[in-house]
């Protein structure tokens, strides 16, 4: 008799996630997680070291949020309580990154085992599964388990706490197999498909509109419905919106898209919202980004409809005057049927107004910060964003990173788009508005699009939050540039206390001058100090065209945005409150 071949866990915990189609693995190795190292290499999937295991988490949130298919976070578990932070930042975006925890030992659990943590309930606020493996044979089973939990309905990050001693201890190879489900092959999630009845009663709104509107939430994104919601708008001249925060959906040179669906950070969204008759969130949540349905962004004078992949998602959507359940894509299908059934006789009036108030939006903002600029007081922040993008093809990636940076630097993003400037793609954070998850977003987008550059314009405080990650770009020799929009401190911060405090006072937000350009030269990198307005884009690309890692530590000054002198100045409920 033949006797079955016998594995660590770890080993078939690697090809139990081999057999799912993971092909990349994020981690800070350690002695919890060798086996499964060891099993990682023996099925040939690639795994990146990394200086943190905050960092190994947000490359993988990166690297999902790029490809949407899930990727693997392995940490030991003192690295767990590390990458926590990285596994709330997946939660906001509902990205289905998959984190896996090597655990102190399972027979002595509850007795003050080495690096004993609950770490499985310390991740389930922030998963939508997490779950000890008991019994390593059943190992394939909770692979399986957490992978199609974090892809189906509304998605997420998943995780798995495998104790050392499962981690090192042999079964069988085929352990499961000859059980249901036979196939372990990666299959797409089901999707809802929306009740005819319902369908219908969305679309005789939306066909008795004159003035609707679009808002793309991340569900489109997670769905890869965006060239749809794209071809929905154009064809039924419908402008389209984007929730802020999340994944960036439309081109923002297409002719459908407007900008974000915030009243501050674009001002035209605030006419728009106020005199549509109908709006309809597709794939999006009605939480504080969205003021929970209120005004000033949705008036009681706008029908408001949520559509929506999943019952969780309708379910957080109570305050919309009608919820549908339906994948994004099969509704956005339907609105084009309507076209060529000939159903929609809605003209262009509407959308070329919010053109036209588009461009008077950019001309404004341009001759404001015109008239903002003082000489020998450093680079305003919009003008950074702008003349960054500048350098930049219609391949490569943006990344953007911080508070005050980040709100001008979508602001520069939309300009960019209404002079047509097309790039590869965009990232940022999510919903929590993390600090520190840039550089390793960017080297996530370089490892997925080799050929293309990636470029990140993050501020001060985000690099010092997260600037180790770089050392990730060195290693894997992924030459990424970053651009450094250097105040001084944590600019956001200190201009609402000053507005809080009185004048010129604020508390705990200055740093000292940090030379970020020579940081990157010592560890092998390219780095410039650019203090003159008109050396940013030569700047940006002399480090692209380096070949190597670079730094372009940009002189600039605080000059409050228009969120945070909206929150600080009037309190409105909107956008981040």
Known sequence: MNEIEQVRGGTLLARALHEKGIRQVFTLSGGFCNPALEGLAQCGISVINCPHEQIAGHLADGYTRITRKPTVCLVGPEGFANAVPAMMEAWGERSPVIFITGSSTLKRQGSGGFKEIDDVAIAAPLTKYSASITDGSRLREFVDRAYKMALSGYPGPVHLSVPVDIMFSSFPVDAQLNERPFDHNPRSAPRAWPCPDDLQEVIDLLLASERPLLIGGHGVWWSGAERKLEQVGISLAIPVYNIPYHQKLLPEASKAYMGLADVHQYGPAKAALEEADVAI????????????????????SCKLICVNGSAEETELNRAADKVLLSDPGAFLDALLDLKEKGCWQLGDDWIKTQRTRRGEWVVQTLAGMDNDLTP???VHPLQLALDVQSAMGPKDWLVIDGGNTHFWSEIAINISGWRGQELGGILHPGAFSMLGVGVSFAVAAKLTYPDAHAVVISGDGAFLSGGLSIEA??????????VIDNNGGLTTISQQQERLFGHDRHVATDFRDIPFHSMFEGLGGYGELVEDPGEIAPAVNRAMASGRTACINVRSRGVISPIVAAVTSKRDKASIE
Not at 282 to 300: E, H, I, K, S, W
């Open 281 to 300: 969130m597709v794939g999006g949540r009605l939480d504080n980004q969205m003021n929970f349905g209120n005004a000033p962004l949705f008036p009681p």
């Open 473 to 482: 770009a060195f290693q894997e020799n992924l030459p990424i540039t970053v």
């Open 376 to 378: 020998g007081q450093g």
